[in-house]
T-cell receptor, first 116, second 114 residues
């Protein structure tokens, strides 16, 4: 079984400040981990993913995330927030062990507000 | 690559009516997933297809729901006798079977049942 916990349903930062969105997961097999962003009334856009290899993953729009197995975490960061980063962010996990079903299990999301 | 498309984008219906949504995946993507997202929540898995075969259905998918992917390309999701609890965003995603499969999402169909 897999699950994802996103701490903080709402996060507010000032423009130019560090963005930190927290994600913890549980998985019975080595996970694949994803961050998606959702703008109002739109679908989900992939920001970045961790599958294997380097634990620090860089994504689009200046975001990055670090896979920490010992902490079962995959927190999302960005050094300097822009107004355009305001959106809902979802962390998700899927199985890695085989090529069976790769349905994603999502967290409940974190809404990021960026104050001018 | 035109991305995943979904139609209609919005649907308002009365309780008890049937509705059908369509998803067109990225061409040559052999897996197609349906998810449901309610307000304030993350998407939840409903069902998925590999080519034309429906390989798994979630317990969320009641008997009133049916999905097809007849030629392994586009897919339809039908809800019969809609209920107010069916109001949600229905998301479709497609992927290519690889060792590091990544799902690409469409814009979703927002359903409101009155």
């Amino acid at each position: 079984a897999q699950s994802v916990t996103q701490l903080g349903s709402h996060v507010s930062v000032s423009e130019g400040a560090l963005v930190l969105l927290r994600c913890n997961y549980s998985s019975s097999v080595p996970p694949y981990l994803f961050w998606y962003v959702q703008y109002p009334n739109q679908g989900l856009q992939l920001l970045l993913k961790y599958t294997t290899g380097a634990t620090l993953v860089k994504g689009i729009n200046g975001f990055e995330a670090e896979f920490k197995k010992s902490e079962t975490s995959f927190h999302l960061t960005k050094p300097s927030a822009h107004m355009s980063d305001a959106a809902e962010y979802f962390c998700a996990v899927s199985r890695s062990r085989d090529t069976g079903r790769r349905a994603l299990t999502f967290g409940s999301g974190t809404r990021l507000q960026v104050q001018p | 690559d035109t991305g995943v498309s979904q139609n209609p984008r919005h649907k308002i219906t009365k309780r008890g009516q049937n509705v059908t949504f369509r998803c067109d995946p990225i061409s040559e993507h052999n897996r197609l997933y349906w998810y449901r997202q309610t307000l304030g929540q993350g998407p939840e898995f409903l069902t998925y297809f590999q080519n034309e075969a429906q390989l798994e259905k979630s317990r969320l998918l009641s008997d009133r729901f049916s999905a097809e992917r007849p030629k392994g390309s586009f897919s339809t999701l039908e809800i019969q006798r809609t209920e107010q609890g069916d109001s949600a965003m229905y998301l479709c995603a497609s992927s290519l079977i690889t060792s590091t499969e990544t799902q690409y999402f469409g814009p979703g169909t927002r359903l409101l049942v009155l």
